[in-house]
Nanobody, 115 residues
Framework: QVQLVESGGGLVQAGGPLRLSCVAS????????MGWYRQAPDKQRELVAV???????NYADSVKGRFTISRDNAKNTGYLQMNSLKPEDTAVYYC?????????WGKGTVVTVSS
């Protein structure tokens, strides 16, 4: 059974950094596509960043140049390094893994950016 557990969210001032982590069990992150999504209050969930099994990455235009997605295969963990945070980045951030033909989700971690 695939399980994802996010951590690293919190309250940060605008301009500051945060690093989110996503620990996977039941599968190997290196062979699957991993992504980070976010959902702000009263908005739909949106893709933030994704990393393929081959290591290629894609980002939402709103976070390009500020966020970096990565993974540590030895730790079976994915990361989202967020720099220069803005109040509009405030949301619940979810880790996603596409494995065995299915999408798996973590329960989310809350990021709040104060102005």
């Amino acid at each position: 059974q695939v399980q994802l557990v996010e951590s690293g969210g919190g309250l940060v001032q605008a301009g500051g950094p945060l690093r989110l982590s996503c620990v996977a069990s039941g599968t190997t992150v290196s062979i699957n596509r991993m992504g980070w999504y976010r959902q702000a209050p009263d908005k739909q969930r949106e893709l933030v960043a994704v990393i393929s099994s081959g290591g290629s990455t894609n980002y939402a235009d709103s976070v390009k140049g500020r966020f970096t997605i990565s993974r540590d295969n030895a730790k079976n963990t994915g990361y989202l390094q967020m720099n220069s945070l803005k109040p509009e980045d405030t949301a619940v951030y979810y880790c996603n893994l596409f494995a065995y033909g299915m999408n798996y989700w973590g329960k989310g971690t809350v990021v709040t950016v104060s102005s």
